[in-house]
């Protein structure tokens, strides 16, 4: 049995945003289909059990402490073979002192949670270590990541196991038809689309999207979807205004449901992150879609963006931005060509591909 466990504040499934939610439902989903026992765990208002795609998920209230210490109450019931921590190195710290099972952290930001709070620094961050070094896998999603992680953290080697996040390529492909009734529903004429999908806030680049756009002189539609500053967050922000402002289309949170079709809406995929950008999720839904995409050159997208898939520019520079976007604007056939590039580069994070490094990594423990 496996047992999957991560951040407790998005109920599972997390249907509007939560990249490491996701990132732990759709790994347990192919670990599932693959044969595998799995249970996910997740945050609830009451003690309880659900179901999705083939996965049970044990449902624990309570806050943040009282979410961990209940699950390794629960667990230490299951018989679990493997216990997969998402982000969450306390509850594998938890997890080694009740003596449950081996433990896998993956784990796609690598400063300790309260790092912000200057006074205690030097303390928290020799506690979080501690955390760490609990698992017997460290599991960074990118090279990017696990760099990271050596040198804020001074690790041994011997406990980092690159563990890539993945992409559900049944779910996410190209469907013209599906693109061009998601267009038809949001009253997109026939200029070429430019998406961008996830959290509007400045470290994500959101502003300079828009200052980027600005400069194409409305020559393609900009479409911004995602929730402000933080997932589960319902209320607007200044960033979605000014998306409005500039004359793109700026959508709330879509459920998870309606992704691929929001992606294959789209002629140019853009992710501008300026920093922490451990791996870029949304980047390789859109290549699964044959989108291509321009990402800043930065962090993990060097690597879920290669050459083949998409174009490039240095962080915050929003008129490199906008050089990018009109290339690709001015040659259609060189967005075919990135587009084909990219359904390939994504075929390679397929969830059946990750699940099987799971077990790769497993069978160290």
């Known amino acids: 049995m496996i047992l999957h466990v991560g951040p407790s504040r998005l109920r599972l499934p997390a249907r509007l945003g939560g990249a490491v939610e996701r990132r732990m439902l759709e790994l347990a989903e192919a670990q599932a289909r693959g044969g595998a026992e799995v249970i996910a765990y997740s945050g609830g ?22 979410f961990a210490l209940g699950f390794v109450q629960d667990a230490a019931r299951r018989g679990a073979r493997v216990i997969h921590v998402h982000n969450r190195a306390e509850i594998a710290w938890l997890a080694r002192v009740a003596g449950i099972a081996p433990t896998v952290l993956s784990c796609d930001y690598h400063f300790e949670p309260w790092r912000r709070f200057g006074g205690l620094r030097s303390a928290t961050k020799t506690l979080w270590r501690r955390c760490l070094l609990a698992a017997d896998r460290i599991a960074p999603v990118s090279e990017y990541c696990a760099r990271m992680h050596r040198e804020y953290w ?26 061009a009734a998601w267009r038809r529903l949001f009253g997109i004429d026939g200029k070429p689309v430019i998406l961008y999908a996830g959290r509007l806030c400045e470290q994500k680049g959101t502003d300079v999207l828009i200052a980027a756009y600005r400069m194409l002189r409305r020559r393609a539609t900009l479409v911004v979807a995602g929730p402000c500053e933080q997932f589960g967050r319902t209320g607007q922000s200044a ?23 929001i992606y294959n809406a789209c002629d140019i995929f853009v992710m501008p992150t300026r920093e922490l950008e451990m791996f870029g999720m949304a980047a390789v839904e859109a290549q699964a879609c044959g989108k291509p995409v321009v990402a800043s050159d930065h962090g993990g997208l060097r690597e879920t963006v290669p050459e083949v898939a998409g174009l490039r520019f240095p962080p915050g520079d929003a008129a490199a931005l906008a050089e990018q976007l009109d290339a ?29 490094r799971c077990e790769e990594v497993y069978a160290t423990l």
């Open 328 to 356: 690709l604007l001015e040659r259609p056939i060189a967005r075919w060509a990135l587009g084909a590039g990219a359904r390939e580069n994504a075929a390679q994070y397929s969830w059946a591909r990750i699940a099987q």
């Open 154 to 179: 001074q690790l041994p080697e011997s406990k980092l196991a690159l563990i890539p996040n993945g992409v559900d390529c049944d779910r996410f492909h190209p469907n013209a038809a599906l693109g």
């Open 45 to 66: 208002a009451e003690t309880g059990w659900g179901e999705h795609r083939g996965v049970r998920i044990r449902y624990l209230g309570g806050s943040r402490a009282e």
């Open 239 to 261: 960033l979605a205004a000014a998306v409005r402002a500039a004359g793109g289309v700026y959508l709330p949170p879509l459920d998870d449901e309606d992704m691929p079709g």
